[in-house]
């Protein structure tokens, strides 16, 4: 996602965080953002550039086979170099894994535990960003170049987007926040409330990321890359028909973070998820 998508993935999550977690959250996070987790959720995009953090550059995406409509961690979970656990799947885990070492204070000073923090919550946005789990040849769409509407883009910006600005704007007043209550409304009480538990149901994390990218592979062969050739316009029908998926996926990540979030940091010395190290 973007930085609104990541925005509302982290502020849903936080608004799901039980009283350890969010106590954890607020030690961990500088003072300058009065606690709000959603205003550091974008910082990986901004970094990953730098030269002190080119090595997260591959953290942020699975390149998974051309028209394979798959995902397989051994098969597909490395770099560009081949070094393995360097995709999304295993960013995910490995950061779960050095913040469970916060609650036991054993925090390892090589691991910066807010810098861990900021890339969980960014990554869990992320995986559930169909096209992030795209095919190799197109880097996950960002080589499809068309036009959303009357102006240029690609395949991968209208799913990171394209489409939350084009909703917010028809439906929302240009109000983010807005379309953050809707997504919210529908868990809580609405259209996937039934769904919940499914959603952050996960005995062990290796099993659930690799749950997430399935899903993300699965939905942009159904839904991202269908019907779509480079130099296409894409307006109303696409827009209309994918906005939910999208609004959909921004709540199960969200719902997902919070799940691990409480888990690692709660008081329930619940070490489940995280593989003894």
Same mark, same amino acid.
């Given at each position: /996602? ?47 550039? /730098? ?20 995902? @397989? ?74 036009? /959303?509407? %009357? ?22 007043? @240009? ?16 259209? /996937? ?6 959603? %952050? ?24 890359? @269908? ?14 028909? %994918?906005?939910?998926?999208?609004? @959909? ?29």
């Amino acid at each position: /996602w973007s930085k609104e998508g990541h925005a509302m993935t982290c502020k849903i999550a936080q608004d799901l965080l039980e009283p350890e977690a969010n106590h954890a959250v607020q030690m961990l996070l500088p003072d300058y953002v009065n606690g709000d987790l959603s205003a550091l959720c974008a910082w990986p995009d901004q970094v990953r550039h /730098w030269y002190r953090y080119r090595w997260t550059s591959p953290l942020h995406f699975i390149d998974t086979p051309d028209e394979a409509c798959s995902f @397989k961690y051994q098969r597909d979970c490395h770099d560009p170099h081949g070094v393995k656990d360097m995709c999304v799947a295993g960013a995910i885990q490995n950061f779960t894994n050095q913040l469970s070492h916060y609650r036991h204070g054993t925090c390892d000073r090589r691991h910066n535990m807010t810098e861990a923090l900021l890339f969980l919550a960014h990554f869990m946005g992320d995986i559930h960003q169909p096209m992030h789990v795209g095919f190799t040849s197109d880097e996950g769409g960002n080589t499809i170049d068309l036009r /959303w509407f %009357r102006h240029k883009s690609n395949l991968h910006h209208v799913w990171d987007r394209e489409i939350i600005l084009t909703a917010a704007a028809d439906y929302y007043g @240009k109000d983010i926040n807005l379309l953050q209550e809707d997504i919210e409304g529908n868990f809580t009480d609405g259209i /996937w409330s039934a769904d919940l538990a499914s959603w %952050r149901e996960c005995t062990d994390l290796f099993s659930c990321v690799n749950k997430y990218a399935a899903e993300s592979i699965n939905i942009a062969c159904k839904w991202g890359y @269908k019907d779509v050739e480079s130099g296409d316009t894409l307006s109303d029908d696409y827009f209309n028909s %994918r906005l939910p998926i999208v609004m @959909k996926r921004i709540a199960q990540g969200a719902v997902r973070l919070a799940m691990i979030l409480n888990r690692v940091f709660g008081d329930s010395q619940d070490d489940s998820l995280v593989a003894a190290t």
